[in-house]
């Protein structure tokens, strides 16, 4: 099993940053491709963005390629994901999560099997 646990959500005003952490503990970090998904209020569980076991190939959701990053830091087991040019819309409860499966599951929700308990991220405009 692997426990995960968000950090650096808050509030910002629109067109600002902010960085969100995800600290893993548990099973071995490395076997595990990493996400990120967000849920806005009255909305599903949505995909924002995906790195691989190796930390070389990342995915993104359409709404958010060009401003956020995603990246792993296996020497601390971490993931983060890096936010720029924010969005009132981008506003929603953010959450770390963790799958054994292959790339091709990454975008989906239910093929992870690890979920932190979700950091707010709140966009003013």
């Not at 005003?13 to 849920?39: E, H, I, K, P, V």
């Not at 959701?61 to 936010?83: E, H, P």
């Amino acid at each position: 099993q692997v426990q995960l646990a968000e950090s650096g959500g808050g509030l910002v005003q629109a067109g600002g940053s902010l960085r969100l952490s995800c600290a893993a503990s548990g099973d071995t970090f490395g076997n595990y491709g990493m996400g990120w998904f967000r849920q806005r209020p009255g909305n599903e569980r949505e995909f924002v963005a995906a790195v691989g076991r190796s930390g070389v190939s990342t995915y993104y959701a359409d709404s958010v390629q060009g401003r956020f990053t995603i990246s792993r830091d296996s020497a601390k087991n971490t993931v983060a994901l890096q936010m720029h040019n924010l969005k009132p819309e981008d506003t929603a409860i953010y959450y770390c999560a963790g799958t054994r499966k292959g790339y091709s599951a990454y975008r989906i929700v239910h093929e992870y099997d690890y979920w932190g308990q979700g950091t707010q991220v709140t966009v003013s405009s």
